[in-house]
Structures are given as C-alpha cells and as structure tokens.
Antibody, heavy 114, light 107 residues
Framework: EVQLVESGGVVVQPGGSLRLSCAAS????????MHWVRQAPGKGLEWVSL????????YYADSVKGRFTISRDNSKNSLYLQMNSLRTEDTALYYC???????WGQGTLVTVSS | DIQMTQSPSAMSASVGDRVTITCRAS??????LAWFQQKPGKVPKRLIY???SLQSGVPSRFSGSGSGTEFTLTISSLQPEDFATYYC?????????FGQGTRLEIK
C-alpha cells in the first residue's frame, strides 16, 4: 500500500524558514517524480514544485520560485521542501504527491503569522 | 504560464442528473489533463488522467473528453456521494496549473 506521510508543519513568523518532509513507502520511490501541492484554507489547489526521480530536474510555481527548494533523498525514501522568506500567503496545507498525481499524503499545515 | 479556466465555478444539481464541467486551457495542452474530486476535509482524489482515462476504482458514470484547449468531465447520473468540488489540472508544461475548481452542490 502506498503511503505518503508529511511532517514539519508549524506556526512560523513572516520571514521565517521551515523544512517539510515526506516519508514514502509502499512503492519504489526512486522510480517516481514527486510533487508538492498546497491548499490555503477555504481555497483551491495550487501546484508548488516538482522534482525528477533522481533530483536532477526541479520546477517551481512562480509564487515560490527563489524562496522554496525541493529535494529528495532516495536512500531514505524521503522528499523535502525547504521554505525560506515565508509570507502570510504561504499559509496552507501542504501535500506530498506522486508524479502522476495518483497518490496524495494527508498533508501538513503551515501557518505563517505574527 | 497556462491558465486553466473551469466553468461553472459552482452549480447545483439533483440526484440522477447528468452533469458536465468544462475546463479551458489558455493554450494547447494536448491530452495532458487530469480531473480530481475533493470532498470537504478530505484529500483530493484523481478521477481521470490523460483527458479520458478512468482511474482504477472510479465508477464508470465518470468520463472525460477533450484535447487541445477544451475538456469536459461528465457525470452521467449523479449520486449522493458525488457532491464535491472538482478540479482540472494541466501538466503539459511548467508551471503545472490547476483550474479554480467547480463546487457541485445538491439542489
């Protein structure tokens, strides 16, 4: 059974930093592209970032480019999102998602507030 | 960036109705389109991929069609469990983009 478990979401002040993690199991992690997708409270879905199976290619939404960095450790079956210079508009539930958007984690809540 | 515009943004319908939701892309995306269903407090669920391929386990009353810039999600006979928000997504080019969502409510 595919499992994606996100962690690291907390309350952080504007301008702060945070690192999200996603632990993957139940599939061959290093065969898959992975994404982060977020959803602000009461709002729609927003794609955030993608990383290729080997970490060699990464892509970002314009709203996070230059502030967020996606990475992975295939030896640990883990996906990460380093979030810097956080803004109030980054407040959202952050989902870890497999490459075809067929499997989603339960999400971890990031709240940016003073 | 490719903009994905869904219509309508919200609609009400009755059990048994046939419902169609449209998603328009601001430029051609071939068939790199997926549809998702999200119920309140739940994780999004993929219904359709590659514009018209039904996800395993999804009821056959759901169908997708289209190519290029115009796509549709059709529910042939609405069931009580289908009342939810539906999103389209394009993955033809980066950045990947979602539609704004269509909220389907009970009439």
């Amino acid at each position: 059974e595919v499992q994606l478990v996100e962690s690291g979401g907390v309350v952080v002040q504007p301008g702060g930093s945070l690192r999200l993690s996603c632990a993957a199991s139940g599939f061959t992690f290093d065969d898959y592209t992975m994404h982060w997708v977020r959803q602000a409270p009461g709002k729609g879905l927003e794609w955030v970032s993608l990383i290729s199976w080997d970490g060699g290619s990464t892509y970002y939404a314009d709203s996070v480019k230059g502030r967020f960095t996606i990475s992975r450790d295939n030896s640990k079956n883990s996906l990460y999102l380093q979030m810097n210079s956080l803004r109030t508009e980054d407040t959202a539930l952050y989902y870890c998602v497999t490459g075809g958007f067929d499997y989603w984690g339960q999400g971890t809540l990031v709240t940016v507030s003073s | 960036d490719i903009q994905m515009t869904q219509s309508p943004s919200a609609m009400s319908a009755s059990v048994g109705d046939r419902v169609t939701i449209t998603c328009r892309a601001s430029q051609g995306i071939s068939n790199y389109l997926a549809w998702f269903q999200q119920k309140p407090g739940k994780v999004p669920k993929r219904l359709i991929y590659a514009s018209s391929s039904l996800q395993s386990g999804v009821p056959s009353r759901f169908s997708g069609s289209g190519s290029g810039t115009e796509f549709t999600l059709t529910i042939s006979s609405l069931q009580p469990e289908d009342f939810a928000t539906y999103y389209c997504l394009q993955h033809n080019s980066y950045p990947i983009t979602f539609g704004q969502g269509t909220r389907l409510e009970i009439k």
